[in-house]
């Protein structure tokens, strides 16, 4: 059974870090396309950063980048979001996907930036 659980989320002040991670069941997170996306209160859900399958090409979002790095560990088959430099609005929540046969969505973690 394939599954994606996220964690992570929390609450931390501007300028901040978090690491989320999104540990999958059931396939390698190695083998297919991965990607987090967000969605804040009130706004349509975007992609902040995304990574192939083999080739392991990175996309990142105009605005988190040089802020946020995407990895992932084969052997804890997991894959990372490193979020640095946190800002107000990178406040929602947070979510991981795989692209394999259809769509995989993991419930999410939630990342708030506020003083």
């Known amino acids: 059974q394939v599954q994606l659980v996220e964690s992570g989320g929390g609450v931390v002040p501007p300028g901040g870090s978090l690491r989320l991670s999104c540990v999958g069941s059931?396939?390698?997170?190695?083998?297919?396309?991965m990607g987090w996306f967000r969605q804040a209160p009130g706004k349509e859900r975007e992609l902040v950063a995304s990574?192939?399958?083999?080739?392991?090409?990175?996309n990142y979002e105009d605005s988190v980048k040089g802020r946020f790095t995407i990895s992932r560990s084969a052997a804890r088959n997991t894959v990372y979001l490193q979020m640095d430099s946190l800002k107000p609005e990178d406040t929602a929540m947070y979510y991981c996907?795989?692209?394999?046969?259809?769509?995989?969505w993991g419930q999410g973690t939630q990342v708030t930036v506020s003083p």
């Open positions: 059931g396939f390698s997170v190695s083998n297919y396309p």
């Open positions: 990574i192939r399958d083999i080739r392991a090409q990175i």
């Open positions: 996907k795989g692209d394999l046969w259809r769509e995989f």
